[in-house]
Structures are given as C-alpha cells and as structure tokens.
C-alpha cells in the first residue's frame, strides 16, 4: 500500500533529521564471539599484539570484575544487561594495517566524511576562520583507524596515537600511568573496561611544550550488540599544555548499545590539560527504543603543583548517561574545572555530574553546571566537592542550573559537600526554572517561530559553558543543542 | 552476588531483646495505627541505618550506637517533682505546660479554651478518630528513625485545636530526663488545628543523664491554620538523641519551625513537610552550635505535592573542635505542584582545623512552572570582617562573638515572637560562649 | 491598515474587551488612552497573539486579512510590531545575536535574502546611533541590567530594524524621564513615511506632545469611547478621566 510506504518513508526522514547520524556503515568485520570470559580477554589482547604484562592486567581486571556488582545508586532505569550477549570485539577488515589514509577503507572515510570529521590533514572544519588545524584520531568500534598529523606532532615531540600502539611502542609510559588515576578495581564499568578496552587514544606531552594543535579523537560505534570499551590517557609533563576534543555517535538501532569508556588525565607540575566533549551517541528514538547506555569513569588527576584540568563536556545523546568527570586536585595551588551542558528530551535519562577532590593546598576549583530536561526525560546533576584535612585554602564555587521544558520532565540536583578544613571556602548554588511564557511571546512577537525562540533562550541559559569550548566546537554544540530540543514544544 | 546477611551489632541485637519484653502497655497492634509489629519486622529485616543507607550516609547510626539503653521505666513521683523543678528552657515564656520526664505523659497544666489535650494510651484504647491523623506524612514512612518510634513508643499525647480557635498561650510540650543509668524514650504527640485554628507550640528537651531519647511530633494543619513551632536541644553530653518532626499543611495553612540545637554528644533532627493544601507557607529554620566531638545531623524533606506552594529553609551551623555537622535538605515538587516556590539555604562555620561540615541540598523537581532555588556555603569567619571590627576597637574575642551572634541571628530572626525569640537566642550565645 | 471589529476577549473568564472597534489607516498614528483597567494593554497583547487571552467574537484584519488564527511570529512577519511595557531579559543572549536571529527569522519567512553580515552591522549601528544606544550595550545580553530607558530604547531599535508596518507602542512613556522620552521619540518620528502606521497606548497625554497623533481614541471598559483629534488628549489632561470611569462603572 503506497500510503503506508509513504508513511514509513515520512517517518524514516523524520528521524535522521532528528538524529543526523544514524546511518550504519557496510563493512566486512573481524568480531571476536559473543560473551566473556579469560579466553575473550586474551583474544583481545592477542589482537592488539599486547605484551604479556598487558594481558597479565587485562586478566587481574577480569576476576576483580567478576566479583564486583553493577552500581545501583545513579538516578537511571534500565532492563538488567546481559554482559555475555554483547561482542567484545570488532574491528573493520584491514590487511595488513593501513600505513597511511590512502590505504584506509573507502567506506570508512565516507562515513567520518559524513561525520563532518576530517581526515585528510589539508582539510579544515568548515565555516571556521582563520582555519584551525586539528589532528584527530578516528576510532571505529573497536580499532583506532587513523591518526592525522603524527609527523607534525612527532616533530614537536607530541606522542599522539591510539592507544594500542602506545602500549607497543611506549611500554614504559603506559605501564607508569594506566590506571595510575582511575586504578583497576575503581568502579564495576571502570573494571570491565581495563579488562576489554580495545582501543582509544593516547597522548604525551613532554616538559615544557605546548601541543602545536588540538587533539582530538572520534568515536564512532557502528557495529550491532556490540560494546564500545574506549580507553584514553592523557600526560601532560612539566609545564606542558595539551586541549583535546572528544566527539561520539552512533547508528540509530532498536537495541541497546554499551559503551563504557575510561579516561584518564595526569597533570604534572604547571602542566594544563583541557578536555572537551561532544557527546552525542544515538539517544533512542521518540518511543524511547535503542540508544546507547554511557557509563563513563573520567577522572583527571592534577598531580603536580600549579596543574590544571578543565572539564568541558556537551552531553545531548545517549539513552542513558552515567557520567561524572572528576579532578583530584593533588598538587599545591592546583585548579580543576567542571563545566556541563547537559540537554534530555524523549526518554533520556542522565546522571551525570563531578567530583572535585581537594588534597593539596590552596587548591581551587569551579562547577558550572547546565541541565536542560524536555520531553519525559530525567536530568539529574550529581557532584561532590570535598576538602581534606590538608587541603588548607581550598576554593570551590559551584553553580547548577537547570531548565525545564514541559511538565513531563524531571531535573534534579544532588551536590554533597564535605569540608574537613575551616580554611576550606565553598559556595554552592543551584537554581530550578522554566522558560517563562513572557519570554516565549517576546521572542514570538519578534519572529522567532517556538522552536527558534526555545534555542535561542537555551542557547543564552547555557552560555557560560559554550564559552569554554573551543570555536569549532561550540559552533558544533550550539547546533546540536537546537537539534536536541527538536519536538520538545508542542 | 548475594545479599550479605548483615551480622547484628550489638546495639541491634538489645534492641531486639527489649523489644520481645516491651514495658510499654499501649495498645499498639495489628488494628491500631501503630502497628509496631510492622516496625519491629523491619527492625529485625534492616538493622540500625548505616552510611550504606543514602539518608544516613553521613550518620552511620549503626556505628555511632554502640550500646542500646533500654526503654526507661515509668518515673516515681519524686523523680517528677525533681524534674519540673529542674527545668529552665523558656521557663520565662508564659505557656501552659506538658511534662514528659524520662519519655512519660507526667504532668499538664489545664488547657486552654478550645484546646482538647488527651493521653495517648487514652486515645488508643478509644480509637479516637483524632489518631487517623498519625503517620500522615509518606516521605517519613519507611524512615529508620521514625520507625523505631513506632517499635518503642512508650507514650504520647494528642492535642487537638478546635476550627477558629486562635489560641494565645503557647503550648509547651517540656521532655526532660533524668536518673542515672542511661535509658531510651519513645514519646509521640500529635498537634491536630481544625481549619483557621492558630497555635504557637514550644518544645523543650533537657536533663541530667546521658538518655537516648527518640521522640515524634506530628502537625496536621487543616485550611488556613497557622502553627508556630520553637524547638530547643539541650540534653546532657553523652545523649544520643533521634527526633522527627512532621507536617501535613491544608491550603493556605502556614507552619513554621525554628530549632536551637545546643546540646547531645549525637543527634539526627529530621523533618518531614508534606503539602496537602495549595498555597501553603513553610518556613523551616535552625541554629547547631556543636563542639568537641559532638555530631549533628539535620535531614529534612519538603515535599510540594500541590500548586502554589511557598517554602523556606535556613539553617546555620558553627563546628568548633573535632565536631561533625550534617545537613541534608530535599525540596521535592511533584508533577502537579506548579507555582511552586522553594528556597534553601545552609551555611556552616567551621572554627578549628578538625571541623567537619557535611552538606547536602537536594533539588527534586517535576514540574516546569516552578522556581525553586538552594545555596550552601562552607568556611571560617571573615577575615576581612574580623580586621574591620578588630581596627574599629574590638578584641578579636568580642569581634568573634559578635560575628558568630549575627552568624545564627539569621535564623533564630526567624521565631516570630520575640520572647521565644529572645530564650532562643539566650541560649545560642550561652552556648557559644562555651566555644572559647 | 488595520480593522478591528468587534473584537471580544476574556481572560480567566474576565471580560478584558467588550465589543471593540478600531481602525487604523496607512500612515495614521492613533493613540489610545484611558484609565488603568481599561483594557489598552489587553489590546496591544491580542492583536501580537498572546496565547492566554481568548477571543471569543470579532476579527482583526490586517490589510484584509484577518490575523487571529495566525502565531505571534506569523504575525511578526506580515509587520505587526509590538513594542513592550515592560521588555523581557533574555539572559546569555547578547543583543547582538538576538538582533540579527529576529531579523534574519522575519526576513525567511517573507521569503527575502538574509543581509550580510556587514550590511546588517550598518544598519544596527545607523538605527543605535540615532538612539543614542553605544557599542557596548549591544554586546550585553539583551535587557540585562538594563536601566527603564535604556529597554525602551532597545525597543525602538529592534522597531527600526523590523521595518514593521503596524507598530504598537504600549505605554513607552511609562518610567521614562523627559531626555529618554525625547530621544525615543524622535526614533518613532523618524520611522513616520506616511505609509507606516502606529498605535500608541498611552496614559498621559505627555508622550503625544513629541509623538503627535493623527487621531486620539479614549477607551474605557474594554471598548472605545470616544474618539478625535489632538485636542481630546489636551482635554482629558485638564479633566482626567473621572467622567469615562463613573461612566462605565
């Protein structure tokens, strides 16, 4: 029946434009088998050609993992996961590995094509002046494919690659530092992830340089049940400075993707690392069906005097967001900043939040949180700042946000403040409110249709952060965040 | 993956043991309101709360009650005698009086016109319709707290106000302890206003023994009544003290509740306010002043289920020595509660190194037409303010006082009559003072 | 021109406007006055489409068209312009953006080129000079902070740069001293080319000695009571309106 096809057809657009990047990748795939077990593990490894001290700490991972419980106390709902139904590994076909872009997969260019990525290191992002370079290193499912501008970075004395390489080919570094921040038994998904990570990205920066460019990685989960277990480490020596970006997506499917990641930051003496996300995983689609469950442990940890990490993330995708992207703030007189965008429509739901952990003296630190809920979404921010007994002069200041659109949401604000020193100054702050009607009608009378109006008053609601992007991404993010909120009015 | 059969502390275990041989004759079965059976199942099923438990994550009950007194005998008439006597929180505030000593009902002045007082164990025996209004609140349903008070209620009273009653004479409800061996008390009262009824409640707990005393009072505002509540603490060093308040607000009722806190080695104040009536006004406030190493939880929960509420919550806290302060607040608004106008705020001084302020404002919120707001600070005293009165003349000492009376004058500001202002605050500076 | 016939509206069941009938021709400026409760901002509000009043008879027609069933931003399009009592802050949004997100909207959905970025640089700042608005204001966020004048003068701007055909001024004078008063209205005289019209609501009739109207309407209780020229207005400010308030009550 043509009208039927039609209908289908109608509602096919309807969601791409909803989720651009829902599109699905035909490829020929080297998947390990279904579940999990020591075999997997080493299967894993063995892939990757890790020496057997990698696979000693991939198998410690495991058994400490099959003793451990999934956390039960995030604000989120989900049907159990049955971890032996998901594949562990796959990685597109490439014999022998691509030496360079011109030997990678055709298929696979098109798709970060698609992506708006570049891969091509004459290629700059579109629409931004003057043309900024970024190297990217591009993951798919669970390989690394291609890393841009390594010579550039190399000569620079950069270490940018994927993370197995680096386990390859700079052994020492990655056995001083891995886990080093978020240790091995950490937390259940932090744990199945030091077990089966595949792949992620890696880099070094040594004393007193600062990276010639943004880094930046992409992830892309393409293939079906099976998990994304992504693991990134990140050293800034001495007096270095690094900003990487982190983008993510993935195809619209009706069955729940995994993906559980870990990033770990490690900031030495006036060393500064500023990490940007733009997470836009498949969300489910209007029934709530599909989308990826994202249970990420990032945590930076600010080890030397004067360090600083910044956090800046754009959470719009996911059906789930478990998430809270932490700074232990170790060295003297060391800074770690939060700062969160989180948008939820249709039936996301997100816990997502920080921990500033206050060690060392006058340590400061600053949350700006910004949680938009539509639709019947749940947005909860859940953070913790803490200072410890040594922690004499500590600074925080904490601002949460958050915005309601529509009387089926929920947001939710639960900040724990524990201060074990008088010399300790925290401030906290958190607003609830909606987008009055008054405002609405203003911009109305002006032109603006509801949804324009809507993404114009939460781009301004969310200003604060978008400035701490870098411009290529905050372009990106102001976009996405109008998509987001697509059929939020009405 | 199995669940861990928690080993019983011994705390738990004598709770347990008491339990089987309770003292109390108050008819508390399956048919009454009580229930104890209910509470005593999940005694024996959950234990004492510990920092497992998200609500009492920092009051770890099951550590910090080593040793569970037993439930308090009835007291002999000297001991009455003695413990009226010995009484002095708002002994200048004009008010008729009900003495609890040692947990029990033990003497009341007649009440005023309008006010209908009767026992507990009465009110139970005659299934006063009155008692359809105990355990009211569902947020406080399931509470550890509040459940052992159900286990070990040993008595209570129930005070009703009649509609249009505007009752001059506060009412104070006076809870002291005393003797010598350490005892628990589980008193109960419920405070019932008809629609429009106002009344000003004090309530007072005091005494000489180290007691551990758990007790409930439960409000039940109808339409467009108003209760006025001032609490103050100032039990012996050595109490472990649990207290729950509850309020259920009609539509436009106002409620409002100041406590002083300034005694116990251990204490966990929880409140529960319940909208019921739209357009309803909460006010909620409190000053802790804690030393050595005491530890003070204040948990509360308001929860907006009707439009147009308005609530406000300010509580203060100052942490000498190696002391622990907790505060918890949650403002929930539910999916109908639009209009909805919450604000919150704590703040904590810490004065010496080993202070410790734990805080934790929660924001729960359903609805889109709502303005709900909460803040915590945490530091020391003002530097900057310290040197201005200090270059205007002031020793640091006196400077000190007077920015730490100014502190929690915030809060007790709040206590609408200034002779119950002006105890409270009496008390506050004594007991800052202390501090030194 | 715009025809307003018959026009009756009801908020939260409370009869605002009462059978109304209005018309103002190209190029016209009318000016509404009246006491408070009569009514003048319900107005202003119904014919931009405010969503909570409700319309229960009558029709607006807008060059022949009638505009009720239209969105306020379909009605922003086909040049009605509303100019606010009291603007609105938008916080985060700098005036900036907002000018040029409100101006590229209109110009999309009457089918026109979207202006350069340069072109559109121009014109804000031509229309900002001659309101004495500076830079500065223009990269704050919109209303934020901004004094009572300095939003009404934020107003008139967002009006120059519309190029509306029918604006509503609704109470503009209110909080203005006698320099921003001038100023605005020399920003309202300077979009008067015989073509576009204006509806000005006004309480005082001091507003009408720097914007001269063409017609002034007295309105009470929701509909219009009497209408003439600029000695009406000169003549309510000697006898207020006592007469038109015991009159319609």
């Not at chain 1, 259940?188 to 990685?217: H, I, K, Q």
């Not at chain 1, 909606?434 to 114009?456: H, N, P, T, V, W």
């Amino acid at each position: 029946m043509p009208a039927v096809q039609e209908t289908v057809e109608r509602v096919r657009t309807l969601d791409v434009d909803q989720y651009k990047y829902g599109f699905e990748t035909d490829l020929e795939v080297d998947k390990a088998p279904r579940g999990l077990n020591e075999d997997i593990v080493r299967l894993i490894s063995a892939k990757k050609g890790e020496p057997e001290w990698m696979t000693q700490w991939r198998l410690e991972a495991f058994r400490r993992w099959q003793t451990m419980r999934e956390p039960g106390w995030a604000r989120v709902n989900y049907p159990p996961i049955d971890y032996q139904d998901l594949y562990y590994y796959a990685a597109p076909k490439m014999n022998p590995a691509p030496k360079s872009l011109d030997e990678v997969d055709p298929e696979i260019l098109k798709t970060y094509e698609k992506l708006g990525i570049p891969l091509r290191e004459q290629e700059i992002l579109a629409g931004v002046e003057p043309a900024r370079r970024v190297a990217v290193d591009a993951v798919f499912d669970s390989v690394s494919v291609v890393t841009t501008f390594k010579e550039e970075l190399r000569k620079a004395g950069v270490i940018f690659c994927s993370i197995s390489e680096a386990i390859r080919e700079h052994p020492e570094l990655v056995r001083k530092y891995l886990g080093s921040v978020v240790p091995v038994s950490d937390n259940f998904f932090a744990t199945l992830n030091s077990a089966v990570f595949t792949d992620g990205s890696f880099v070094y920066v040594p004393e007193g340089v600062r990276c010639p460019m943004e880094l930046s990685t992409y992830f892309r989960i393409n293939e079906r049940n099976t998990g994304q277990f992504e693991r990134t480490l990140i050293i800034a020596d001495k007096g270095a400075y690094v900003s990487y970006l982190e983008g993510c997506t993935a195809p619209a499917r009706d069955e729940n993707q995994l993906h559980a990641a870990v990033v770990e930051l490690v900031a030495l003496d006036d060393a500064e690392i500023k990490y940007s996300t733009v997470q836009n995983w498949y969300p489910g689609d209007a029934e709530g069906k599909g989308g990826v469950y994202n249970f990420v442990t990032k945590r930076g940890d600010c080890r030397g005097r004067d360090s600083r990490i910044s956090w800046t993330q754009v959470e719009t995708g996911s059906a789930i967001t478990w998430k809270y992207p932490s700074c232990i703030l170790r060295g003297d007189n060391s800074r770690g900043e939060f700062y969160s965008i989180a948008i939820s429509n249709g039936f996301q739901q997100v816990d997502s939040g920080t921990k500033m952990i206050h060690l060392g003296r006058n340590t400061t630190s600053r949350i700006i949180s910004k949680g938009i809920a539509a639709g019947r979404s749940e947005n909860t921010y859940r953070g913790l700042v803490s200072a410890h007994r040594k922690a004499s002069g500590a600074r925080n200041f904490t601002n949460c946000d958050s915005l309601l659109i529509g009387d089926r949401c929920g947001a939710h604000t639960v900040p724990y403040i524990e201060s074990k020193n008088a010399s300790a100054i925290f401030e906290h702050e958190a607003t609830t409110s909606k987008i009055s009607d008054d405002q609405m009608f203003y911009c109305l009378q002006r032109g603006l249709d509801a949804e324009e109006a809507i993404a114009l008053i939460v781009n301004g609601f969310v200003k604060d952060v978008l400035q701490q992007l870098p411009m290529e991404f905050a372009v990106e993010a102001q976009k996405l965040i109008s998509i987001s909120l697509e059929g939020s009015v009405g | 993956m199995t669940d861990i059969t928690p080993i019983r502390t011994q705390a738990e275990t004598q709770l347990l043991d008491y339990l089987r041989h309770p003292r109390s004759s108050l008819p508390v079965g399956d048919g009454s309101v009580i229930r104890r059976a209910d509470a005593i199942a999940r005694l024996e099923r959950e234990g004492l709360p510990n920092r497992r438990v998200e609500e009492w994550k920092y009051t770890d009950l099951r550590a910090l009650l080593r040793e569970a007194a037993p439930p308090a005998e009835r007291p002999s008439a000297a001991d009455i005698a003695e413990a009226r006597a010995q009484a002095r929180v708002f002994a200048d505030v004009a008010a008729v009086r009900l003495d609890f000593v040692n947990g029990h009902l033990a003497a009341q002045d007649a009440p005023p016109a309008g006010v209908t007082v009767i026992g507990l164990a009465q009110a139970l025996a005659e299934e006063h319709p009155v008692l359809s209004n105990l355990n009211r609140v569902d947020v406080a349903g399931g509470n550890a707290s509040y459940e052992l008070n159900r286990a070990f209620l040993s008595d209570g009273v129930v005070v009703h106000v009649a509609a249009e009653q505007a009752v001059a004479q506060p009412l104070h409800l006076r809870f002291v302890n005393r003797g010598g061996a350490p005892f628990s008390t589980a008193p109960r009262v419920l405070v019932v206003l008809d629609k429009r009824a106002s009344l000003t409640v004090l309530e007072s707990h005091e005494g000489d023994v180290a007691a551990q005393p758990n007790s409930v009072v439960e409000f039940v505002l109808a339409d467009d009544a108003q209760l006025e509540h001032a609490r103050v603490n100032t039990e012996a060093a050595g109490t472990i003290a649990l207290s729950t308040i509850t309020a259920v607000v009609g539509t436009r009722a106002a409620f409002r509740s100041v406590n002083l806190h300034a005694g116990t080695s251990v204490s966990r104040h929880q409140l529960f306010v319940a909208y019921e009536g739209e357009d309803a006004r909460v006010t909620l406030g409190g000053v802790t002043v804690l030393s050595g190493t005491q530890h003070a939880d204040t948990t509360l929960v308001v929860d907006h289920a009707v439009p147009g509420g308005e609530s406000r919550e300010l509580f203060k806290t100052v942490i000498d020595g190696e002391a622990k302060g907790v505060f918890q607040g949650k403002i929930v608004v539910r999916p109908d509660a639009q209009k909805t106008d919450g604000r919150m705020m704590s703040a904590a001084l810490l004065l010496s190194p080993d202070a410790t302020m734990n805080n934790k404002p929660e924001l729960e919120i359903w609805a889109d037409d709502v303005q709900c707001a909460h803040g915590a600070t945490c530091g020391e005293l003002d530097d900057e303010l310290l040197f201005y009165l200090t270059a205007r003349g002031l020793p640091r000492e006196e400077a000190e006082a007077l920015l730490l009376q100014a502190f929690i004058g915030e809060a007790l500001e709040l206590v609408t009559d200034e002779a119950i202002r002006e105890a409270m605050t009496g008390l506050a500076i004594d007991r800052l003072a202390k501090l030194a | 021109m715009i025809e307003i016939k018959n026009l009756v509206v009801e908020i939260e069941g409370n009869r605002i406007l009462n059978g109304l009938d209005l018309t103002v021709r190209d190029g016209e400026v009318a000016a509404i006055m009246g006491p408070n409760g009569s009514g003048k901002s319900t107005l202003s509000y119904v014919i931009a489409g405010k969503e909570e009043y409700e319309v229960l008879e009558g029709e607006i027609l807008l060059d022949g068209e009638n505009i009720l069933e239209l969105e306020p931003y379909e009605r922003a399009a086909r040049g009605v312009f509303l100019a606010f009592q009291y603007p609105l802050e938008i916080p985060g949004v700098a005036t900036m953006s907002f000018l040029k997100a409100i101006l590229n909207a209109q110009l999309k959905a009457r089918g026109e080129a979207e202006l350069t970025t340069p072109d559109f640089m121009r014109r804000v700042k031509a229309a900002a000079e001659r309101l004495q608005i500076n830079q500065d204001m223009l990269k704050r966020a919109l209303n934020v902070g901004f004094s009572g004048g300095e939003k009404k003068r934020m107003e008139i701007l967002q009006m120059a740069l519309l190029q509306p055909s029918f604006c509503i001024l609704d109470e503009t004078d209110s909080g203005l001293d006698i320099d921003a008063l001038r100023i605005v209205a020399e920003g309202v005289n300077a979009l008067r080319d015989g073509k576009r019209s204006f509806l000005v609501i006004t309480h005082y009739q001091r507003l009408l000695n720097h914007i001269v109207p063409d017609t002034v309407h007295v309105m009470s209780k929701g509909r219009i009571v009497r209408t003439g020229d600029r000695e009406l207005a000169l003549e309510l400010e000697a006898s207020g309106y006592a007469d038109y308030v015991t009159e319609a009550a």
